[in-house]
């Protein structure tokens, strides 16, 4: 079995993320930063650095606060800045440890932030998911699950995202974040739903890391 810590939505409090538990691989669902400037990038992969040398693997992707990421993390990796246990997915698929992951920063609409799509945008985005996928990682919750935000009791999760989700056979488990007040476990259809913000609405660490084990 490999163990897998979860994280979410730090929006720059990762150095508060102290005693990390122990696992294999560490996951970070996105939302990394405030409003992705390159200095805040900059920190936080040197965290991730840091904890490359705690995990056998550290997988990452954006969320709707990181502005730019992919083109900045594409230049680092050009220039050789990843350690080569560090991945950063984005609407992409990997195998790592025998498991398969596929990462995607991309959520419905939520007022005026990054990696924002509507459903049908979605809907193409999610038919890349290859269907043997066993660990999805998503910024964002499907509808209905662990989506609803507590300042108007909406739910914010996409209804393409939870399409996509009933056709993938082999999927074990569902990371996500982005709704910080829905923080916590689901199960469906022998699928695990984990929202694993770790920041409540006010942004004061308030959650613990989730553990899964595949």
């Not at 920063?105 to 924002?116: E, I, K, L």
């Amino acid at each position: 079995m490999v163990k897998i810590v979860a994280i979410s939505d730090t929006h720059m409090a990762h150095r508060d993320l102290y005693r990390l538990v122990k696992g294999d691989i560490l996951v970070h669902c996105g939302d990394l930063t405030h409003r992705g400037r390159s200095h805040e990038y900059a920190d936080v992969l040197e965290f991730f650095r840091l904890h490359c040398a705690r995990y056998k693997h550290v997988i990452f992707i954006a969320g709707n606060h990181d502005f730019g990421c992919k083109e900045y993390m594409d230049n680092m990796l050009q220039c050789g800045m990843f350690p080569d246990n560090l991945h950063y997915l984005h609407n992409e698929s990997k195998e790592i440890m025998g498991i398969k992951f596929f990462g995607s920063p991309n959520t419905p609409p939520f007022y005026d932030w990054a990696y924002m799509s509507n459903e049908g945008e979605l809907s193409n985005i999610y038919s890349l998911i290859p269907k043997d996928t066993q660990v999805l990682i998503t910024h964002g919750p499907a509808f209905g699950i662990l989506d609803v935000e507590s300042r108007n009791g909406e739910h914010c999760g996409s209804t393409s995202l939870l399409r996509a989700i009933v056709d993938l056979d082999n999927l074990k488990h569902h990371l996500f974040g982005h709704i910080h007040a829905s923080n916590g476990q689901q199960e469906s259809q022998n699928v695990t739903f984990s929202n694993c913000s770790v920041l409540d609405d006010n942004y004061d660490m308030k959650f613990k890391p989730t553990v899964i084990k595949v």
